[in-house]
């Protein structure tokens, strides 16, 4: 069974531009979720969406959203980019309907903000 | 207080040893707990996941669990140096509202020298 994947792999962008982040979940996962990886703030919880709906939002500001599509693929958008938003963005998938959950995770999108 | 603590390390250990590695949570309604490792310029691969108080073991690893003290662990038997990473821990906190959200300790740094 294919694992998660994420597109691009690395991306360089400049400050004020926007970028859009892409993930396949695994085969069957209706739910994925969204983190970003920072060194000095670890991993954080962006958002989950399951069955085309958001359920969660952590705690970023409103330049970072995300969508999925019928398909259970989804997509993350940062708008007017920061340099502080450099960081690697993962995405996990999970079937998101059960108690017993697992998420299992992407390879990742290296972000680069300069 | 951080909702999970880990210690960052590093963690030593002699190859052959057993490693421990230890985790606490806030949130007492939490119900599912995840170990994931992750080695550096890479992403989180799920090493074990505990959903009932006690000990479950997987080849060389054992997960531990104790909610009334709100504690849990991870003990590698026999290291080997390729186990040197980062391993992280993670409680899943949402899913009595509704959702998945993992939140994620700093993680622990584990090096295991020959």
């Known amino acids: 069974k294919a694992g998660v994947t994420q597109t691009p792999r690395y991306l360089i962008k400049t400050r004020g531009q926007q970028v859009t982040l892409s993930c396949s979940p695994i085969?069957?996962?209706?739910?994925v979720s969204w983190y970003q990886q920072t060194p000095g703030q670890g991993l954080q919880f962006l958002f989950e969406?399951?069955?085309?709906?958001?359920?969660n939002k952590g705690n970023f500001p409103g330049r970072f959203s995300g969508r999925q599509f019928s398909n259970s693929r989804s997509e993350m958008n940062v708008s007017t980019l920061e340099l502080g938003d450099s960081a690697l963005y993962l995405c996990?998938?999970?079937?998101?309907?059960?108690?017993?959950?697992?998420?299992?995770f992407g390879p990742g999108t290296r972000l680069t903000v300069l | 207080q951080k909702e999970v603590e880990q210690n960052s390390g590093p963690l030593s250990v002699p190859e052959g040893a057993i490693a421990s590695l230890n985790c606490t949570y806030s949130d007492r309604g939490s119900q599912s707990f995840f170990w994931y490792r992750q080695y550096s310029g890479k992403s989180p691969e799920l090493i074990m996941f505990i959903y009932s108080n006690g000990d479950k073991e997987d080849g060389r690893f054992t997960a531990q669990l104790n909610k009334a003290s709100q504690y849990v662990s991870l003990l590698i038997r026999d290291s080997q140096p390729s186990d040197s990473a980062t391993y992280l821990c993670a409680v899943n906190n949402g899913f009595s509202g509704g959702y998945n959200k993992l939140i994620f300790g700093a993680g622990t740094r584990l090096a295991v020298h020959p």
């Open positions: 969406y399951f069955s085309e709906t958001q359920r």
């Open positions: 085969s069957g996962h209706r739910s």
């Open positions: 996990a998938s999970s079937f998101g309907d059960r108690s017993t959950d697992t998420q299992y």
